[in-house]
């Protein structure tokens, strides 16, 4: 399957599969600790513990999840941005995406002494080191993501990001639903739920390692050699002073850039929501166990698979952006049906389906158009601040949707909330030039269907 990757004529085969292998490596935490069992984990330790108690405010045990996924993306707001500008100054972008994947794996693999009786700590306060551990964890992956993203203008041609961003997803997918297979092992041999939970969250940490030592450190340089890469050390003031200029370079000069970027930043909000919160809503309305949510999630891997290459095959007919709206509409489609349809786990297994067709797809197509309109030498700083709302890192969502959850006591009315990030996103992308925003970034647009 893997193959796909090799058809290819202008860039380096070893770098696409190195590139794309990272996307396999990194799937098992956003599949099995973001999207399945973290969050009903915590949530049920919570529930045990009579909430959490910070600062003398009393945190619901599903609000807690949520807030969680805010703080570690509110940390990612001031630095994400300046460590891109860093790594487009040095020579080190691939030395700091091992070390984030490799900080990133230890905090999720030690998810699982979050056990009660550990250490002696009392329930909550093992549920505020799960929720630590986590909030660390997925400021690396946002990181890691970052520098990954970067990559993508040094190895594809711009005719050709759509097609390999489409496949890096697919196989990040594939490889996320393998790894949900494993834990589904554990679900089934492991008689004691909660330990199988903790074997699969060590899990997650251990895929994440280990893949990402085996190809993206092997086969990604450092620098290409077509590209003029900084030579000097890190220095921070400058990374922030460089933050500052290009916002207002891109206000000036990249509009259409801005625009896109504010598009994405409302409408991935949705998308990474219903990512995070997905297993918590189906586990506190719909009563789904663990088990099942595994299962759905699986199926909803593989299916996201041929999603994510269907829309890359029809963003070569009608373009990205035009995919990226019918995606919209579907997502909206599927956020309202889940409030006011959504009763049952069949149900659920068939608004599975439907949410894999666009998932691997709208935000696959959103990365290869993010890097069509912005200018070459600064790719990663500006993926920085893409990342910002990268998916499983997102903070408005699921900051609105906790506050929901935290005032009305219903995840249900809370998932209503997010029919307005894809009408707001979809009314803002609709009004990108993508030719105009590609000319005035310098990218060659001749072969890339608008």
């Known amino acids: ?107 999720t693999a030690a998810l699982y002494f979050a056990a009660p009786g550990f250490m002696d700590l009392g329930l909550e306060q093992v549920v505020l080191m799960g929720g630590f551990l986590f909030i660390m964890a997925n400021f690396c992956f946002g990181a890691s993501i970052v520098l990954c993203n970067g990559f993508l203008p040094d190895i594809a041609s711009p005719s050709e990001r759509d097609r390999i961003s489409s496949m890096g997803w697919a196989v990040g997918y594939l490889g996320g639903g393998i790894a949900l297979l494993a834990a589904l092992a554990f ?19 251990a895929w994440w390692l280990a893949f990402t030592l085996a190809f993206p450190a092997r086969f990604l340089p450092s620098c290409p050699p077509e590209k003029a890469c900084g030579t000097g050390g890190f220095k921070a003031g400058q990374g922030f002073r460089q933050v500052i200029g290009t916002l207002s370079t891109m206000h000036r000069n990249y509009p259409e850039t801005l625009r896109f970027l504010a598009a994405y930043l409302v409408y991935n909000d949705g998308i990474q929501t219903v990512i995070v919160v997905a297993a918590l809503f189906a586990s506190t309305e719909l009563g789904t166990s ?75 197509l959103s990365r290869s158009l993010y890097s069509q309109l912005i200018p070459r030498q600064n790719e990663t700083e500006y993926f920085g601040f893409y990342e910002i709302s990268e998916r499983g890192t997102s903070w408005i969502g699921p900051l609105v949707f906790a506050g929901a959850v935290q005032f009305t006591g219903s995840t249900r009315i809370a998932i209503l909330s997010l029919v307005v990030f894809f009408a707001a996103g979809l009314y803002i992308l609709a009004a990108v030039n993508v030719k105009r925003g590609m000319a005035a970034a310098g990218n060659d647009f001749s072969g890339v269907i608008l």
């Open 290 to 364: 663990n088990q099942n949510l595994l299962i759905l999630i699986l199926m909803i891997q593989f299916a996201a698979f041929f999603g994510s290459l269907l829309f890359g095959w029809l963003a070569g007919r009608i373009g990205a952006k035009k995919s990226i709206m019918i995606s919209l509409l579907i997502w909206a489609a599927i956020s309202i049906y889940a409030y006011a349809f959504l009763y049952n786990t069949t149900q659920l297994f068939f608004l599975g389906a439907a949410s894999a067709l666009v998932l691997g797809g709208s935000q696959a």
């Open 187 to 205: 679900f089934a041999f492991v008689s004691d739920k909660a330990m199988a939970v903790r074997l699969s969250l060590a899990l997650a940490g």
């Open 1 to 107: 399957m893997l193959r796909v990757f090799y058809i290819t004529t202008d860039v380096n085969s070893r770098r696409i599969f190195g590139w794309a292998m990272y996307d396999w490596a990194n799937s098992a935490f956003s599949t099995i600790v973001v999207t399945t069992l973290l969050g009903p984990y915590l949530t049920m330790l919570a529930e045990s513990a009579g909430g959490i108690d910070l600062a003398g405010f009393n945190v619901k045990p599903a609000a807690f999840f949520p807030a969680c996924v805010s703080v570690s993306v509110v940390m990612q707001v001031f630095f994400l941005p300046v460590l891109g500008s860093l790594a487009d100054q040095s020579r080190f972008k691939k030395q700091l995406l091992v070390l984030f994947a490799v900080f990133g794996a230890g905090f």
